[in-house]
């Protein structure tokens, strides 16, 4: 980008530092260095300060649909706005606070920027074509007072200057304020939101640009796959068989050490099969534990699998608790096999007089647990994703996502 040449430069008379005037209109300059006005010299009680930030500094230069501007001066505001709230009947109070960048192109042009905490703005002065909204509950009315200006200005700011403007749809009205809290001088504006990422563009700050287009590309890819995994686990639910159903069998002591058939099913084709128990647990504490037998069709044992339900109570410092397993789905792999038979074996049966089972074999069943997991592990890796990439933008703009 062209550098812009100073039309003229004034020494500070407090400390010397080189007041370079890039507006020939200026009629105010305030010293970066301490914050002595142009034409005095004795310096200010208190020191103006630029606010820091990554982009916009005095003097700094970026592009902008094809021109180039410069940033010449610096105001910064304090104050407060106040919003109708139509369901309490009331004007409610917000602190708030902003600078407005003064903003120079080749042709010595001014315009304005505008940030706050939401981002930054293109202010546009427009023609005052109404009066002043005053108790239009419609618009926000800020009250604000200047705390600090630095660089050139094209008017004379007072120390403390008052403003207060009325806010509606992104267009304002400014009333500039006199000693006496009267109405000095109208200006209307019209603000257009910058995008923060054509922002780093026009600062030349492309490649912090395309770090957090990946950045959110992988966002994007992580919420996808949490996504793909729900829509996966439900089409996958459509490939589920099931096999067979138990009868509810009522166990009791009796019964303990004893063969309980419960059914046959067939295995066409080998895989994975999940033999899901279900017991309505009776009142009080207790236990069941008993063996799943899977057998051929020449009655040889092909598999036994351990079945436990429990149910367990009690009384701690936070009050009383209960703790039970109604439910075990134990899985394996069959062969392929015209017939299997399904059996029980009650091991020990505790505390209880009795207990009713009914259970289920199912083939191809979809597990639940590491759909989760992996759910969970993409939802928080693109929430880390996104906290690191609002980071990142605060840091390289003021302003967050």
Request: net charge neutral; charged share 25%; glycine share 6%.
């Amino acid at each position: 980008m062209k550098s812009f040449e100073p039309v003229r430069v004034h020494n500070c008379k407090h400390c010397g530092f080189p007041m370079r005037q890039f507006n020939p209109e200026s009629m105010m300059m305030v010293c970066e260095s301490c914050g002595t006005r142009a034409g005095e010299s004795v310096p200010p009680k208190y020191t103006p300060e630029v606010p820091p930030n990554p982009l916009f500094k005095l003097h700094e230069q970026f592009e902008k649909n094809g021109v180039t501007w410069q940033v010449i001066g610096c105001q910064s505001y304090a104050g407060s706005v106040e919003e109708w709230d139509s369901e309490d009947k009331t004007w409610e109070r917000t602190p708030w606070s902003y600078h407005v960048w003064w903003i120079l192109n080749e042709s010595r042009e001014i315009a304005w920027i505008s940030q706050d905490k939401t981002g930054y703005s293109w202010s546009h002065k427009k023609t005052v074509n109404s009066g002043i909204p005053v108790g239009d509950r419609s618009y926000e009315v800020g009250s604000y007072t200047m705390i600090s200006a630095v660089g050139e200005f094209s008017y004379v700011p007072r120390e403390a200057e008052q403003i207060r403007i009325y806010e509606k749809n992104g267009r304002s009205l400014e009333i500039l304020l006199d000693e006496n809290g009267e109405n000095q001088e109208i200006e209307a504006f019209q603000d257009v939101k910058l995008d923060l990422m054509d922002l780093l563009k026009s600062f030349g700050k492309q490649s912090v640009v395309d770090a957090m287009k990946r950045s959110k590309s992988a966002m994007t890819a992580a919420f996808a796959t949490v996504a793909c995994l729900v829509v996966g686990y439900f089409i996958m639910q459509a490939f589920e068989k099931t096999l067979t159903t138990t009868p509810t069998v009522t166990i009791d002591t009796k019964m303990l050490k004893q063969v309980i058939p419960l059914g046959e099913f067939k295995m066409e084709k080998a895989g994975l099969v999940e033999l899901d128990f279900l017991a309505n647990l009776a009142r009080g504490d207790g236990s069941f534990d008993a063996e799943i037998v899977i057998s051929d069709s020449d009655k040889t044992s092909v598999a036994e699998l351990p079945l436990s339900l429990w149910r367990e109570s009690g009384r701690d410092s936070d009050g009383p608790w209960t703790e039970s397993q109604y439910r075990d789905a134990p899985r394996i792999n069959l062969p392929a096999s015209n017939t299997y038979t399904l059996s029980l074996v009650p091991d020990t049966l505790k505390k209880w007089q009795s207990i009713n089972i009914r259970g289920k074999v199912t083939r191809n069943v979809v597990s639940l647990f590491p759909i989760i997991i992996g759910g969970l592990a993409a939802f928080l890796l693109a929430i880390i994703i996104g906290v690191m990439r609002r980071k990142r933008m605060r840091r390289e703009t003021g302003v967050g996502l």
